[in-house]
Nanobody, 128 residues
Framework: QVQPVESGGGLVQAGGSLRLSCTASGLTFRDGAMAWFRQAPGKKREGVSCINWNDGSTLYADSVKGRFTISGDNAKKTVYLQMNSLKPEDTAMYYC?????????????????????WGQGTQVTVGS
């Protein structure tokens, strides 16, 4: 059973940085993708970023391009999300997801319903 576990959330002031981590225990496939999604109160879950294990390619939501960086360590089955220049609108519960299929386009990356494995989430709060 694949079980992603997130860590690294917290409270930070606007303009600050946080680094989220997610380790997917039980992950046996070397290909596929891992992703970060987020959900703010009263809003739909939205895609933030994806990384493909086979070639390390990455995808980002327009709202985080240039501020967030996703990276991964396939040997450790761990993915990171470095978040810089945080804004109050980045406040949300951040979820890690994993799936056996790679994501080629942003549309594929942002479809949460297509990811098979999910973590419990970690809260990120950005003060103004």
């Amino acid at each position: 059973q694949v079980q992603p576990v997130e860590s690294g959330g917290g409270l930070v002031q606007a303009g600050g940085s946080l680094r989220l981590s997610c380790t997917a225990s039980g992950l046996t496939f070397r290909d596929g993708a891992m992703a970060w999604f987020r959900q703010a109160p009263g809003k739909k879950r939205e895609g933030v970023s994806c990384i493909n294990w086979n070639d390390g390619s990455t995808l980002y939501a327009d709202s985080v391009k240039g501020r967030f960086t996703i990276s991964g360590d396939n040997a450790k089955k761990t993915v990171y999300l470095q978040m810089n220049s945080l804004k109050p609108e980045d406040t949300a519960m951040y979820y890690c997801a994993a799936d056996i299929a790679a994501r080629i386009t942003w549309r594929e990356c942002s479809r949460s319903q297509d990811f098979g494995y999910w973590g419990q989430g970690t809260q990120v709060t950005v003060g103004s």
